[in-house]
């Protein structure tokens, strides 16, 4: 699929209509994210989609940014922070290699977006760019090679047709030593399943203070 922003433009209506696979889920990733914010921090959420999470943050930071590059996404993140009042949520339209890394952020999230990235190790050289050391790196990433293979081999012929989006195929473990190596500590790494998502929220160490 050579536009990805034209399938994500397509499916963002009924996106946004369908619940939360599994809020138990979904809320304890929230909770474990948000006792690590701080009110003072500036938040940067990369593929926010409809903005539900970045919403849902924006009580527990001083700025959020929220960044996708489908315009219709974003719509709806708008629409819906506009009515609840939301009032610390910036919305941008913008692709990874769009987002200026002369800023950095206390807390970077990709959410369900690593898998979703040809290069998802360059991404994570972004991310290690945008998180200001001491900050947290949040991702919640499905981990295509520990699914069936079935599915590996039918996916890429669906993403040719437009049907689902290219996947990018890696383990759990892979991820984890990717992100570490760019020089995040990983204190928190849960998978409620074998085939879930792997959650993971890494913290950007301190360069060492000069002696």
Not at 7 to 34: G, N
Not at 67 to 81: H, I, P, T, Y
Not at 135 to 149: D, E, H, Q
Request: aromatic letters at 8%; charged letters at 25%; proline letters at 6%.
């Amino acid at each position: 699929m050579s536009d990805p922003t034209r399938f994500w433009d397509r499916i963002s209506a009924k996106y946004a209509r369908q619940p939360v696979a599994d809020e138990i889920v979904y809320a304890r990733k929230l909770a474990q994210t948000q006792e690590r914010l701080q009110p003072g921090w500036e938040m940067l959420e990369i593929g926010c989609g409809t903005g539900s999470t970045a919403i849902a943050h924006a009580p527990h930071v001083k700025q959020v940014r929220a960044v996708d590059f489908s315009k219709k996404m974003l719509a709806f993140g708008q629409d819906r922070a506009a009515r609840e009042g939301v009032r610390n949520v910036q919305f941008d339209c913008a692709g990874l290699d769009d987002i200026d890394t002369s800023r950095a952020y206390d807390a970077v999230l990709m959410l369900s977006l690593l898998h979703l990235i040809p290069d998802w190790q360059g991404a994570l050289d972004k991310a290690r760019a945008l998180t200001r050391p001491g900050g947290i790196f949040v991702s919640s990433t499905a981990c295509m090679a520990a699914m069936p293979l079935a599915l590996r081999l039918v996916l890429p012929g669906l993403a040719k047709l437009g049907l689902v989006p290219r996947i990018s195929s890696f383990t759990a473990d892979e991820l984890a030593e990717a992100i570490t190596a760019r020089g995040f500590e990983i204190e928190e790494r849960w998978q409620p399943g074998p085939r879930a998502a792997v959650f993971i929220i890494a913290r950007r160490t301190a360069p060492a203070a000069a002696r």
